[in-house]
């Protein structure tokens, strides 16, 4: 009797069915999360195209290309660096982890509130605004990760389990899932077209992108690619960050809730992403100190970058 080879695409559809069936509020959480980006960024497209608002296009585009050019100068870095020890690679992405939290705070959060403020008058309403937002960006994440097949060096492999996709791919994907939210939280700080939020970010965002760059180069290598591959493919992953920036600033374009709403959902993605999978990459080594010490300093650039350019 002849047996029946499903075809990749079958084979991911069961898979994820599969999954879904397994976790079935895990699955409801990502598709409401997923529709409200979508209405987001069907009337953040439709306003552009009517308002105009090519220049704060132009913005995003231009700091989600910023974060990718860092990425690749970082990830060029690991050509000539490929004795760095764990303790600096974990006190580096403890740098990194430090800059998105305080980017959360500074550039996202505070001024998700205070566009809430101005739209409805007091600060409750604002404050729930945000936290709505908040809610969908975890929401997100949290079925992004359940759902998308990729691999953490301290973890092994999350998601579904896909025999088709090799070790290496598994690595791209968990990168494209923490740059995605990254390139989202540019585009959105530039929907308004005001620079005294969208620079600090981007700023903070970039320096960030060039040791997790380097970071994510390295840990290629340990796969057994060369380096040219390693650079390349760690490079590339920094290509979510433009793709990124272009979704943030499209489902923040739309209504006026849709600006503090999309603020929130760009931070509480990053949280999300920092403490899911940065701050435990930074301590499964044993250098839990110097990686708080690391996630402190980058915390305090941030504030500092956020004061200076803001």
Do not use: C
């Amino acid at each position: 009797m002849a047996s029946t080879v499903q075809s990749p695409a079958a084979t991911l559809r069961s898979v994820w069915l599969a999954q879904a069936q397994a976790s079935p509020w895990v699955a409801f959480s990502l598709a409401a999360a997923s529709v409200a980006v979508l209405l987001l960024l069907v009337a953040g497209g439709i306003n552009a195209f009517h308002s105009g608002e090519a220049t704060n296009v132009r913005y995003a585009l231009l700091g989600g290309s910023a974060g990718f050019a860092a990425t690749a100068l970082g990830a060029v870095a690991a050509i000539g660096l490929r004795d760095v020890s764990t303790r600096a690679q974990d006190s580096m992405l403890g740098f990194a982890a430090g800059m998105m939290l305080a980017a959360s705070a500074f550039s996202l959060i505070l001024p998700g509130l205070e566009a809430g403020r101005e739209l409805f008058g007091n600060g409750p309403a604002a404050a729930l605004t945000v936290v709505v937002g908040l809610g969908l960006g975890v929401l997100l994440m949290l079925g992004l990760d359940h759902f998308t097949p990729h691999e953490h060096e301290s973890t092994g492999p999350r998601g579904p389990e896909f025999a088709r996709l090799n070790r290496v791919w598994l690595f791209v994907l968990a990168i494209a899932l923490h740059n995605l939210p990254e390139g989202m939280a540019i585009g959105v700080s530039f929907a308004n077209g005001d620079l005294d939020v969208g620079l600090p970010l981007t700023t903070a965002i970039s320096i960030q992108d060039i040791p997790e760059g380097l970071a994510v180069a390295l840990a290629l290598r340990t796969t057994g690619l060369s380096a040219k591959a390693s650079v390349l493919i760690a490079a590339a992953s920094g290509l979510m960050e433009p793709i990124g920036a272009l979704v943030g600033i499209g489902m923040s374009s739309g209504f006026a809730v849709a600006y503090p709403v999309s603020l929130g959902l760009a931070a509480g993605a990053m949280i999300f992403v920092v403490s899911h999978e940065v701050i435990p990459e930074t301590h499964r080594n044993g250098h839990q100190t110097p990686a708080t010490l690391g996630l402190m300093l980058g915390f305090a650039v941030m504030m500092f970058l956020d004061t200076a350019l803001g």
